[in-house]
């Protein structure tokens, strides 16, 4: 089975070879396993295997419904189908699970990250069967994946903590007397489980009431415990984290540093080793805490301790993640290491790789961002089919490592969560990664679903984030009124319009042979759309007078051009080159003189009147007209918009949860209407305007479609 796409899903990377060198010497003597089972699906699934496939040891893929044709399937020697696509009915289920274990004879499971990875009654029947887990021991994870206990053990420890109530919350009143006490803003979390579900910042007594009710819904639905904490908020944190790895016979070591501070929704988007604001001192320090934690526990195996660091470099424990992390990769880049091979050595009882913590090295920088199936404005998740999907990886080298469990024609499901991929960039310096990431999300093409790639090139290209300048509420501060798309501005735009007017050239030549013999020049309007933060469209014109300097055009090579962008009262000579081949997506532009740039655009479609294309991670939906078209297009009405300021729409497809309002209920704007559910994440639905409700058309428990109107208001 795994070779069907082995090929075609293999990423080679630096660290897997480095480690490939050192395993041959070492596994002929260090047996580990035959056979393991990965309780887990998508691209940590297939991160798994590639290590297990390694290593020499089969592995047996467990699936719901709603995976049977997924790559992790096809990826594993075995594969055991375990219930409906619901992770409630599939992935949670430890039942199911246990007989995948039995019926295909797996000596250990390793869980990923999620479902069960942190459950420890799972471990302990695991155990019962004479399986090994592939993670920590009963105890420390019960310990550790309890965020009220681990809170305790941490201070027993002597590691810093965040002042907050250690016990149990038991309703909305008590969370808002704990708050009232500690003092606002507050966090409320999950006590099991963590990856931003089941958590709210709130800043006042109502928003703990109201976020008590949403936080404890989805730690139920993502983890099965309604339990919550309730700890003091520090504003304007850093989320610096530390990976530690243990193994059986006493040897803990401390990993170089993660930031994870750029976050939506309290899910990290973008993820840097090392930290910019760390000083070797406060790193050392860190390190030694996480390490005397994890020897408090009798931890073995892969953790992340994480912190908050605020800007004097005072850190406080969050949490411990008794788990692999989705961000790894950026560890392994700049450490050489494979933390999977490290965690089935170490429930094999086989010492780590690397057991002097001198050993361990910090080897540039990595950077990691989270390519999601989402709004990137609203972060609203996206469902479909993957139409087109490359990765870009090909060309970039060991620069680039892609980590996915996704090809062309998967299915981005409502089940389960939208991440489509884990794009990283390593790089000698932090630049040089930046580079290298905005490079390859230049690259990346995925149609079919909505994605967050124009967010997080525009992240990346971002001065704050070249100067190291975040926090958790990067994204808040940047983008207050949301993410509108790469904002084109009087080096970008000129740029844009040269580059879209050749490729539109290039393409008429195709399309009209007669065309290609003549190498006088074409004029062109551009109009090129820019959305505004009051959520309108605006378009900007350019006038293109586009000249071909090669002496014959190419149409699967490279072609040389000036053009003049004038647009209002400034005008612009750009000099370029466009290397194409018009049946292929990617095109490489290089500016010359003033404008010495490389940049990639994608050709995504034709247009009636222009083409779609992808600049800066951004679609752009640009008109390319003759002059003569665009005067009779100022002739032509726009098409009038509908009114939805009266209608409350699904904003994905999900699952009502509950209905706040009536038929003839008064209700204000903002008040809350319903609740939907939709990837594991509750979504508050507003009124967006007062109004009488007119006619409600969903009930609990109903399913919905993206844009279904769900409530309907009127102003009597």
């Known amino acids: 089975m795994s070779a069907i796409l082995s090929a075609r899903v293999w990423r080679p990377t630096l660290f897997l070879r480095l480690y490939s060198q050192k395993a041959d010497k070492t596994l002929a003597a260090s047996r580990t396993f035959d056979k393991i089972l990965v309780a887990n699906r998508g691209e940590i699934a297939c991160r798994v295997m590639r290590t297990a496939r390694r290593m020499g040891i089969r592995t047996v893929a467990v699936y719901s419904d709603a995976d049977a044709d997924a790559v992790f399937v096809r990826e594993a020697d075995e594969a055991v189908r375990v219930g409906a696509a619901p992770s409630t009915q599939s992935y949670l289920d430890m039942d199911a699970i246990l007989g995948a274990v039995r019926a295909s004879g797996a000596q250990a499971v390793h869980p990923g990250y999620g479902f069960l990875s942190e459950n420890a009654a799972f471990v302990k029947q695991l155990a019962a069967a004479g399986v090994a887990f592939i993670g920590p021991g009963e105890y420390a994870l019960a310990a550790m994946g309890d965020k009220i206990q681990s809170k305790i053990i941490a201070r027993e420890a002597g590691v810093n903590t965040i002042p907050g109530f250690d ?16 003092g606002y803003p507050v966090m409320l979390k999950a006590s099991a489980g963590g990856g931003g579900k089941g958590m709210r910042v709130a800043h006042s ?3 703990v009431r109201e976020g008590f009710q949403l936080a404890s819904d989805e730690a139920a639905s993502s983890f099965g415990d309604r339990r919550l904490l309730v700890e003091k908020f520090i504003e304007e944190p850093r989320h610096i984290e530390i990976q530690v790895l243990a193994d059986g016979l006493g040897n803990v070591l401390w990993l170089p540093e993660r930031e994870c501070s750029i976050q939506r929704r309290n899910q990290k988007v973008v993820e840097e080793a090392p ?8 790193r050392r320090r860190m390190g030694e ?3 005397a934690l994890a020897r408090s526990v009798g931890y073995n195996s892969a953790g992340t301790v994480e912190f908050l660091v605020d800007k004097h470099r005072n850190f406080y424990f969050l949490e411990m993640n008794t788990r692999l992390q989705v961000e790894h990769p950026i560890t392994e880049l700049i450490t050489g290491l494979d933390l999977v091979e490290e965690m089935i050595r170490s429930a094999a009882g086989l010492p780590l790789t690397t057991t002097n913590q001198a050993d361990v090295r910090m080897d540039g920088w990595a950077i990691e961002a989270r390519v999601y199936a989402e709004d990137p404005e609203k972060f609203l998740p996206s469902i ?9 990886v090909s060309g970039l080298g060991e620069k680039v490592r892609c980590d996915s469990g996704v090809a062309e024609g998967s299915e981005i499901s409502v089940y389960y969560d939208p991440m489509i991929s884990k794009l990283s960039a390593h790089g000698p310096t932090r630049n040089d990664a930046i580079a290298a990431l905005s490079g390859a999300l ?3 093409l995925i149609t079919g679903v909505t994605h967050n790639i124009p967010l997080l090139r525009d992240v990346v290209a971002s001065p704050a984030f070249a100067a190291g300048r975040t926090s958790t509420s990067f994204l808040a501060e940047h983008y207050p009124h949301g993410f509108k798309g790469h904002r084109l501005d009087e080096r970008s735009a000129p740029q844009l319009a040269a580059a879209t007017s050749a490729l539109h050239y290039i393409r008429n030549a195709r399309d009209n042979p007669s065309a290609a013999s003549s190498s006088g020049p074409a004029d062109y309007a551009l109009l090129l759309p820019q959305l505004l933060d009051d959520g309108s469209v605006a378009k900007l014109e350019a006038r293109v007078n586009l000249q071909l300097l090669s002496a014959t055009l190419n149409l699967s090579g490279t072609n040389d051009f000036q053009a003049t962008v004038s647009s209002g009262q400034s005008q612009k000579t750009v000099n370029f080159s466009v290397k194409w081949n018009v049946d292929q997506p990617f095109a490489d532009i290089v500016y010359q003189k003033n404008d010495s740039t490389n940049e990639s655009i994608l050709f995504l479609a034709p247009l009636p009147l222009g083409m ?6 951004t679609k752009f939906d640009i008109d390319v007209l003759s002059p003569d078209q665009r005067e009779l297009l100022r002739l032509m009405k726009e098409k009038e918009k509908l009114d939805t300021s009266r209608l409350v729409l699904a904003p994905m497809p999900g699952t009502i949860i509950s209905v706040a309002v009536s038929v003839g209920d008064v209700v204000a704007e903002g008040a809350q209407v319903a609740v939907v559910e939709a990837m594991k994440m509750q979504n508050v639905l507003r009124a967006p305007r007062p109004g009488v409700v007119k006619a409600v058309h969903v009930v609990p428990g109903a399913t919905v479609s993206g844009e279904d109107i769900l409530v309907e208001l009127s102003d009597d």
Do not use: K, M, W
């Open 612 to 617: 779609r294309v992808q600049f800066r991670g």
């Open 442 to 444: 230049d690259r990346y």
């Open 205 to 207: 007594a109502a928003q």
């Open 384 to 392: 479909g089919t993957l139409a087109r999907y490359r990765e870009p």
């Open 275 to 282: 930290s910019t604001h760390l000083d070797a001192a406060t």
């Open 289 to 291: 805490q996480a390490v």
């Open 167 to 182: 016990g149990v919350v038991r309703d909305a009143a008590h969370a808002v007397e704990i708050a009232d006490e500690i």
